[in-house]
C-alpha cells in the first residue's frame, strides 16, 4: 500500500525572485504528528529566477543536499568555496555546529527548479563542511545512487540513515522502487507522469509505502523520480535551520488543518 500526498500549493518561501514549497514526507505515516519521517526532515522544491541573489546567510544542524536536475544553481563561502550544482554535479552542506552560504543564478541562466533535501543528523555538534563533485553518469530506466549514510557506498553522505536514488524512466517501462526491510521507502516525482499501486502520481506529487515488500513503478510518459529509503526509528538531532525551522513548522501545521 502506498500513501499519496498531492503538490503543494503554498509557497513556504516567497521573494518574488525566489520562492520554495515545502513536502513533509511525515505526515504520510499513519499516526504521525511529526512533519519528518524520522531523519528525513523536509523537501523544498525551490524556484530562483535568472539573475536572483539570495545572500548570505547561515544554516545549523541540517544536512543540505542539493539536487539540480536541469539549470544551475550557483554557491559562493566565506571559506574560498565558489561551486557550481547542475545535472552533472551535487552539493551537500553538512551544517553542522553553523555554515554561511549565498546562491545565485546568473543573468544569463536558465529559470532553475531544484530540490534541497534536509535531513537530521544523529546528534548536534558536528563539524561543518561541504562536499561537492560530480555524479556518476545516470543510465535510463536504472536507478543512481545520490547520496547515502556516512561509511557506505554512495558518491555522497550525509550523516544519518537516509539512502537516496534518482531515475530516468521511459514512457512504458516499469521500476521496482528501492526497498530495505524494516525500513520505510518515499518518492518524489520531479517530472513526468507514474503509476503505482494503482494510483497515479504526477509532477511534485509523492507516496511513501507503508507495507514491506516489492512494489512496481511504471512511467506513464517520461519521468524523473528521486526514491529515499530510510530507517524512521534512527535517533535524530532537530532545530535545523530550514528542515525544523519556523517557517517549516508552521506550514506543516497548517497542511493538517
Same mark, same amino acid.
Given at each position: 500500500m502506498?500513501?499519496?500526498a498531492? +503538490?503543494?500549493?503554498? !509557497? ?16 504520510l ?8 519521517? %524520522?531523519p528525513?526532515?523536509t523537501? &523544498? ?5 535568472? %539573475? ?7 544554516? *545549523? @544542524? ?5 539536487w539540480?536536475?536541469?539549470?544551475? &544553481? +550557483?554557491?559562493? !563561502? ?9 545535472a552533472?554535479?551535487?552539493?551537500? &552542506?553538512?551544517?553542522?555546529?553553523g555554515f ?12 532553475? +527548479?531544484?530540490? $534541497?533535501i534536509? *535531513?537530521r ?9 561541504? $562536499? ?11 536507478? +543512481? ?16 540513515? @537516509? !539512502? /537516496? ?7 512504458g517501462?516499469?521500476?521496482?522502487l528501492p ?14 507522469? @507514474? ?7 504526477g509532477?511534485?506529487? =509523492? %507516496?511513501?509505502? *507503508? ?8 512511467a506513464v510518459? !517520461?519521468? *524523473?523520480v ?6 524512521? =526509528?534512527a535517533?535524530? /538531532?532537530?532545530?535545523?535551520? @530550514?528542515?525544523?525551522g519556523e517557517t517549516?513548522?508552521? &506550514? ?6
Open positions: 502506498i500513501r499519496k498531492t +503538490r503543494t500549493t503554498e !509557497d513556504a518561501i516567497d521573494s518574488g525572485r525566489f520562492s520554495a514549497r515545502a513536502y513533509f514526507p511525515g505526515h505515516k499513519p499516526g504521525s504528528e511529526d512533519h519528518g519521517l %524520522g528525513l526532515a523537501i &523544498m522544491e525551490s524556484f530562483l529566477a535568472p %539573475g536572483t541573489h539570495i545572500k548570505l546567510h547561515e544554516h *545549523v @544542524v541540517d544536512e543540505i543536499v542539493s539540480v536536475p536541469a539549470g544551475v &544553481m +550557483r554557491h559562493d !563561502d566565506p571559506k574560498g568555496g565558489h561551486l557550481t550544482v547542475d552533472d554535479h551535487l552539493m551537500v &552542506m553538512n551544517a553542522g555546529r554561511q552560504h549565498e546562491e545565485r543564478t546568473r543573468e544569463d541562466d536558465p529559470p532553475l +527548479r531544484m530540490l $534541497q534536509f *535531513v543528523p544523529q546528534a548536534a555538534g558536528l563539524d561543518p563542511y561541504i $562536499q561537492h563533485g560530480r555524479l556518476p553518469e545516470p543510465r535510463v530506466n536504472e536507478w +543512481r545512487h545520490v547520496f547515502g549514510p556516512a561509511g557506505g557506498e554512495a558518491p555522497f553522505n550525509v550523516r544519518n540513515a @537516509v !539512502d /537516496c536514488r534518482d531515475i530516468r524512466l521511459v514512457a517501462q516499469t521500476t521496482s526497498n530495505k526491510a524494516g525500513q520505510a521507502t518515499y518518492f518524489f516525482v520531479f517530472t513526468g507522469f @507514474v503509476t503505482a499501486d494503482d494510483q497515479t502520481f509532477e511534485a506529487e =509523492s %507516496g511513501l509505502v *507503508v507495507a514491506d515488500g516489492n512494489m512496481r513503478l511504471e510518459e !517520461d519521468a *524523473v528521486l526514491a529515499f529509503v530510510i530507517d524512521a =526509528s535517533e535524530v /538531532c532537530r532545530g535545523g535551520t @530550514v528542515g525544523d517549516v513548522h508552521r &506550514m506543516a501545521a497548517q497542511s493538517l488543518r
